[in-house]
Nanobody, 125 residues
Framework: QVQLDESGGGVVQAGGSLRLSCAAAGLAFSNADMAWFRQAPGKEREFVASIGWNGILTYYADSVKGRFTISRSNVKSTVYLQMNSLEFQDAGVYYC??????????????????WGQGTQVVVSS
């Protein structure tokens, strides 16, 4: 059974930084693409960033490019999301997601099979 456990959420001032972590179990992590999504109150869940199985390929939503960085440690079976210059619209529940690595040319597909429970990010003034 795949388990994804997010951590690192909390309250941060606008302009500040936060680092999210997601520890994976029950997944062939070193052969999996991983991603972060988020959902703000009253809005649909949206894609934030993804990273390929070997950490070389990354893909970001336009809204976070240049501010967020996704990375991974296959030794620790953990994926990270470093969030800098946080804005009010970055607030929401952040979800970790995983899938078996996409076939060639399909990396930017935002369909993922496994999901964590989410961690809350609040951006204050």
């Amino acid at each position: 059974q795949v388990q994804l456990d997010e951590s690192g959420g909390g309250v941060v001032q606008a302009g500040g930084s936060l680092r999210l972590s997601c520890a994976a179990a029950g997944l062939a992590f070193s052969n999996a693409d991983m991603a972060w999504f988020r959902q703000a109150p009253g809005k649909e869940r949206e894609f934030v960033a993804s990273i390929g199985w070997n950490g070389i390929l990354t893909y970001y939503a336009d809204s976070v490019k240049g501010r967020f960085t996704i990375s991974r440690s296959n030794v620790k079976s953990t994926v990270y999301l470093q969030m800098n210059s946080l804005e009010f619209q970055d607030a929401g529940v952040y979800y970790c997601a995983g899938r078996a690595r996409a076939i060639s040319g399909q990396f930017r597909n935002t369909q993922f099979a496994y999901w964590g429970q989410g961690t809350q990010v609040v951006v204050s003034s």
